[in-house]
């Protein structure tokens, strides 16, 4: 077992060290290390402070938006949606909005327009339109670049034989497929042109 020895000694006033008792200011010189008092010197423990965390500063309102637009685009209506919990107010909120709408970094017609190309290979206009109202897209935005009649049946025909590979052969299995083009957002008219065409053979040039 390790024994802890210290000795007394003071400071003179020509600077020597001599025994004695030493002063206050001395009383940790030789403490570091020594688990138990010894007369005249008190026990000391050292811990190590805990680290504070490093707080990042919070980002603005325009640098949030910045970032959500660098990875997507995004309706007015969404990006709205997504800054309000960070906002100190509705002033703020819209400033931000207005801003990056005139300096065009946010453009419902390219959302619109970007949108509508990836999804108008899977759905029908009425699911298309219906979608990017709920992202507060105006109608007269993305009216003219919704696909045609003859490009939404030519969709339609697709995601039905790609779902069925045959038919139906009785009226149930008639109406499940019309279920599933209905849920896809294609009209009643697409889908009974869609069911009588789909498996024509005149048609197989459409999946060439």
């Known amino acids: ?36 008092a010894l007369q005249g010197f008190p026990a000391y423990s050292f811990q190590t402070a805990p680290h504070s965390p490093i707080m990042k500063p919070e980002k603005s309102l325009r640098a949030r938006a910045m970032d959500i637009l660098s990875r997507q685009e995004i309706s007015r209506s969404g990006l709205k949606r997504k800054l309000a919990p960070h906002a ?40 298309l339109k219906q979608a990017l109202s709920a992202q507060g897209i105006d109608e007269d935005i993305s009216r003219d670049m919704l696909p045609d009649r003859d490009s939404e049946l030519q969709t339609a025909i697709a995601v039905l034989r790609k779902k069925f590979k045959q038919p139906s052969t009785d009226l149930k299995e008639k109406q499940k497929q019309v279920r599933f083009l209905a849920y896809r957002g294609f009209s009643m008219d697409t889908i009974q042109t869609a069911l009588k065409s789909s498996w024509d053979e005149a048609d197989d040039s459409l999946f060439d």
């Open 1 to 36: 077992m390790k024994t802890c020895v210290r000795k007394k000694t003071t400071t003179t006033h020509n600077g020597q060290h001599s025994a004695g008792n030493p002063p206050l200011y001395r009383k940790t010189a030789e403490a570091i290390g020594c688990g138990t």
């Open 88 to 127: 100190e107010s509705e002033e703020e909120l819209e400033k931000v909005l207005t801003e990056f709408a005139e300096r065009n970094w946010q453009s419902d017609e390219r959302y619109a327009e970007a949108y509508i190309h990836s999804k108008s290979r899977q759905h029908g206009t009425l699911r």
